[in-house]
Nanobody, 122 residues
Framework: VQLQASGGGVVQAGGSLTLSCAAS????????MGWYRQGPGEEREFVSS????????RYVDSVKGRFTISRDNAKNTVYLQMNSLKPEDTAVYYC????????????????WGQGTLVTVSS
C-alpha cells in the first residue's frame, strides 16, 4: 500500500488546515487509516484514525473537538480537518494505514506515508 499525504503548510494560531492522504496499491489489505505526528524533539504520537467500513473514529485527547477525520471510500482517501490550531500542533504529520482504526492506534501501523509539515505560528 502506498500513501500520499498532502495539505501541510503554515497557519496562524486559531486557523484551519485540511490534510489529505490517498492510498493506492493493495487497498484490500487495509481497513483503517489515520494520522500520527512528530513535533520538534518529540516522539511520534497517534493523532486520529478511522475505519473504512464503519466510520469508527479515534482521537488523541489533545485534538478532540478541534480535529475531524473523515474518509472517501471511492477515492481511497482520508482527510484530517484541523480547526482552532495551536502552536503545539506544529509537527510533521504522517499518514498511516492498518487493519483497523484500533490497530492504527494501539497495535501497529502497517504502512506509512511521507510526512507533511504543519507549522502553527503564534
Amino acid at each position: 500500500v502506498q500513501l500520499q499525504a498532502s495539505g501541510g503548510g503554515v497557519v496562524q494560531a486559531g486557523g484551519s488546515l485540511t490534510l489529505s492522504c490517498a492510498a493506492s496499491g493493495s487497498i484490500s489489505r487495509i481497513n483503517g487509516m489515520g494520522w500520527y505526528r512528530q513535533g520538534p524533539g518529540e516522539e511520534r504520537e497517534f493523532v486520529s484514525s478511522i475505519s473504512w467500513n464503519g466510520g469508527i473514529t479515534r482521537y488523541v485527547d489533545s485534538v478532540k473537538g478541534r480535529f475531524t477525520i473523515s474518509r472517501d471510500n471511492a477515492k481511497n482517501t482520508v482527510y484530517l480537518q484541523m480547526n482552532s490550531l495551536k502552536p503545539e500542533d506544529t509537527a510533521v504529520y504522517y499518514c498511516a494505514a492498518g487493519r483497523s482504526s484500533y490497530n492504527i492506534q494501539y497495535a501497529g501501523v502497517e504502512n506509512w506515508g511521507q510526512g507533511t509539515l504543519v507549522t502553527v505560528s503564534s
